[in-house]
């Protein structure tokens, strides 16, 4: 029986993944998902537990967005048909951005669910896809706004540690409107709007309450603004005020 009060706004999600075990099941074959979100993946890791053997990669240590693959017996070999593209380019129109990229591959018709992360740098460009489109990629993305590319498989193993810019900030409380609203640089009242109006990620899940308690190590997305981490509080003011260390994702 599946519970779907734990699950509240993600029935259908849910439902899909407990379809795939059934088919894992009834076929007796491996089961690879698309690529899930950050959020996505939370719940799928509570659903499946110790419920079935499974393995989940997104390409290298730490990605973000990953798939996996569901096994009905107990040899696992670790593979969920994940490509990896890779392109330099020049500068000289510009530095591309995340959205350049995924705005390209968009505007070809494929599907977020097949793209994994994409690792976006200063005349280099990493994508973790679906294998099954690696040479349609390679094919017909040749060229993110101004910038000519040429994508080619790359087989090394990719490190990637994101960059942060860190600052301290001095806020009244650790309640998530008053955090959001030190990092936005917004009012209060404008960050409880943004919270109210779906717009604030903790941890990758959709904020809710406006007084719900900002924890240490937290990742905040807030759409419009960027994403950021609550590091730790570093000290409290004499006027009971918290210095906290934050970060913004560049």
């Known amino acids: 029986m599946i519970h779907y009060e734990h699950y509240r706004g993600n029935e259908e999600f849910v439902k899909r993944i407990y379809d795939l075990i059934e088919l894992m099941e009834r076929r007796k074959r491996i089961v690879i998902t698309p690529f899930f979100t950050p959020e996505e993946c939370m719940i799928c890791d509570r659903i499946l537990g110790n419920q079935i053997l499974y393995y989940k990669s997104g390409g290298y240590d730490g990605a973000e967005r990953c798939r996996y693959a569901f096994y009905p017996y107990e040899e696992i070999n670790k593979n969920v048909n994940i490509s990896v593209l890779r392109a330099k380019y020049s500068s000289q129109f510009g530095k591309l951005q995340h959205s350049d990229v995924l705005g390209a591959i968009m505007n070809l018709g494929?599907?977020?669910?097949?793209?994994?992360?994409?690792?976006?740098?200063?005349?280099?460009?990493?994508?973790?896809?679906?294998?099954?489109?690696?040479?349609?990629?390679?094919?017909?993305?040749?060229?993110?706004?101004?910038?000519?590319?040429?994508?080619?498989?790359?087989?090394?193993?990719?490190?990637?540690?994101?960059?942060?810019?860190?600052?301290?900030?001095?806020?009244?409380?650790?309640?998530?409107?008053?955090?959001?609203?030190?990092?936005?640089?917004?009012?209060?009242?404008?960050?409880?709007?943004?919270?109210?109006?779906?717009?604030?990620?903790?941890?990758?899940?959709?904020?809710?309450?406006?007084s719900k308690v900002c924890n240490n190590n937290s990742v905040i997305s807030i759409r419009g603004y960027g994403r950021f981490c609550f590091v730790e509080v570093v000290k409290k003011t004499k006027k009971d005020h918290y210095v906290v260390l934050v970060g913004k994702y560049q």
């Open 110 to 210: 494929i599907g977020r669910e097949k793209i994994g992360d994409l690792i976006v740098q200063e005349h280099e460009i990493i994508i973790f896809l679906d294998k099954e489109i690696e040479n349609y990629i390679i094919c017909n993305l040749t060229k993110i706004k101004r910038s000519s590319v040429h994508f080619s498989v790359y087989d090394g193993k990719i490190t990637y540690t994101p960059k942060i810019q860190y600052q301290q900030k001095i806020v009244s409380s650790i309640r998530m409107d008053v955090v959001v609203a030190a990092l936005s640089n917004v009012s209060r009242q404008k960050a409880q709007h943004l919270i109210k109006a779906g717009f604030v990620k903790l941890n990758h899940v959709v904020l809710e309450e406006s």
